[in-house]
């Protein structure tokens, strides 16, 4: 088993766990596939930890099953956004963590 980690990703765990339920199980030449057409950044950002983690392995892309892809939440950057009447409102910005493991068949 082998596994490919990515930290502090500026990008929404929510929205990146709908994208890691899908590719779970699967095989990963069929997920990175299936990733490289899905219109999201978590796409993306999720193929490249999959090749990766793919990489990591030794073998071919053919031979490995995704068994788990999690999300975890990073910290949250605190920014603020001006208002009327002098006031602020905050702004969070979510980071994530993305671990992905594949095992050879």
Known sequence: ???ALLKFIRV?????RLIA????????ELALASLEFT??????IIAKV??????????EAADCI?????????PVLKRFRPRARGMASGIR?????????????
């Open 50 to 59: 999959v090749a990766s983690a793919v990489a990591n392995s030794g073998n």
């Open 21 to 28: 339920r899908e590719i779970q199980g699967m095989n990963a």
């Open 66 to 74: 995704v068994t788990s892809c999690r999300v975890d939440n990073g």
């Open 39 to 44: 219109p999201n950044k978590a796409a993306k």
């Open 1 to 3: 088993m082998a596994r």
């Open 12 to 16: 929404s765990p929510i929205k990146s």
């Open 93 to 105: 910005k979510p980071t994530a963590h993305i671990l992905v493991e594949v095992e050879g068949k």
